[in-house]
């Protein structure tokens, strides 16, 4: 039985597909304007590369911010319940969750069948998030994917105070202008994420093993800078960034099971 | 098809709730005879929400609230353009919506009424929050009238008798302060009259209440928002009494005709702080889509909450420390035990809670509460971020993506 899984986030759209419980493949596209195009630009392209018909698939399942506009699947869940349906999906041990994503970060608590306890997420404000990230790599004329890397060169982080994504953006320049080092400004940007990130996670409450999803956590930068925070090693699935799109598919199969049954 | 088409849904006509045209008629009547208090010779007081109107009717002033004022603003989806007003005037875009709404009122005779009528004299009672007491005298200001400060201690674990002492003592001041605004004595024996009905009043709203922890609900707390408006605005009268008389019978035979107000009623939740007055339609269509019912909440009976501490025949003594009682003016302790209560009597499945930016002392320790809640009730609790009036303050897809979260992990 093939299933997939589709997530549209802020900033990028990603498609999953999975027959019985293998990983067919999965794809990442830029969301654009449009979201429900991205939607099915994104299963298009992932169903030519793998080669299959889009009649093999039984039922797909929609989350993310774009999920309702995604008209052609059979259902909507929230990104919070597919990604601990993914992260349960690559790894049964995991019980807490971190994502971060474009627009928001969440963190996530889940029992021994992958169901969600208890969630938290960032409330009307990007800082802590990828778009976050962007910002900054930006004013620091720095690639994102050089991002993490430069970080852990960063021997005494720098201190960004503020909470807001502008405001730290000015800090930023400011720190540049005082000479600060890019990998030190770097690892203090990372160290304001970890540190919006981790209050989040201490409300929920962790519970280890912990695994960080979406598109941060190739962050290796981020990545570390919260095992510091939270004092656990991390665990990254090689599908964090799709592993919301991962989970849809996951709960579609469960979908197609009942609707067989 | 034509006929089809305009035809009314024969069972969401049987569910709305009858006695609602008579609350809009009883609230318009209310409203003209306030603005028009001056041509009929009446005096009008402005009051805060918690302040005890009792002495005003008993001394025949027409109360109005600044409070429901800015709930119907809210409601009319007015909030934003007076908030801005508010801010041009250099009101801080973090004080309470209700205050900003207001007083860009006062100055505009802006909103769904035209702006309220000017006050003789000003009642404040700082039970519900800080705000009040600058918001007040901003009012005092530009009004040029008397302003009187009924100041009621918070409470951390109990009341002590030197609170109770103060606060009586307050409302001997209130009586002298409302003799002298009025050049009449106050009739004592009409404020016991005025007493008896308030606490009838008080009783009658907490049964109205209670009929929804009847599965299924007959009605939700969107309803009791709703209805809330006269036990706040006309407590102490006859009107309120015989009002909530008719919504308990209409309640009761609903419980009787087996009408829900959710179809399908399957998960009970309890909300807890003010409404998102502008949203109120769109989060209760929110949660029926999940077959979810509010089918409580802790805001509509903070009034009613205190009643047992009032005697009804020695209101003067014991309607203050009631009045000091109530929900948001004890410590977090307290309200775990209120909240507790409130529960267990309605047994739900979740607890919302609304983090209101605009009213502090409410959402001040919901982390907490919900710690609390989670930790010792196994309830699952959700925190969604808006405003009672602002709109500016509600992100749609932020808060349906939680709500929708939520009901998924209660749906397990």
Redesign the interface.
Known sequence: MITAGIDIGSITAKAAILEDGRILGAKVLFTGYNSRLAGQAVLDDLIAEIGITRDRIEVIVATGYGRNSVDFADKAITEITCHAAGAHFIDPSVRFIIDIGGQDSKVIRIDENGRVVDFAMNDKCAAGTGRFLEVMARALEVDLDGFGDMSLKGETPAKISSICTVFAESEVISLISKGETRENIIAGIHESVASRVSALAKRVGVTEPVMMTGGVAKNIGALRALEIKLETVIRVSPHAQVNGALGAAVLAGGIALTKYS | MADQAIAKDPEKERRKIKSVSKMKEIMTTYYIEAKTARENGKKVAWITSGGPVEFLIAMDVIPVYPENHGAMIGASKMGVDLCEKAEEMGYSRDLCSYARTDIACSITNGGPIGGLPAPDFLVCCNNICGTVLKWYEVAARFYNVPLFILDTPFIHSTFSEASRKYVVQQTYEYIAFLEKQCGKKMDFERMTEVSRLAVQGLRLWQEVLDTAAHKPAPMTAFDAFFHLALIVTLRGTQTVVDYYSQLLAEMRQRIADGIAMVPNEKYRLLWDNLPVWYRTKWLSDKFSSHNACLVGDTYTSAWSGVMDLIDENNFIETGAVAYSSVYINVSLDIMFETLKKLIKKYDVDGLVMHSNRSCKPYSLGQ?DLQQMV?RELKI?TLII?ADMVDER?F?E??IE??I??FM??LK?
Do not use: G, H, N, V
Request: aromatic share 6%; no cysteine; glycine share 0%.
């Open positions: 982390y989670m699952p971020e303050s992100s897809s932020q993506t939680r929708d979260a998924e992990t397990k």
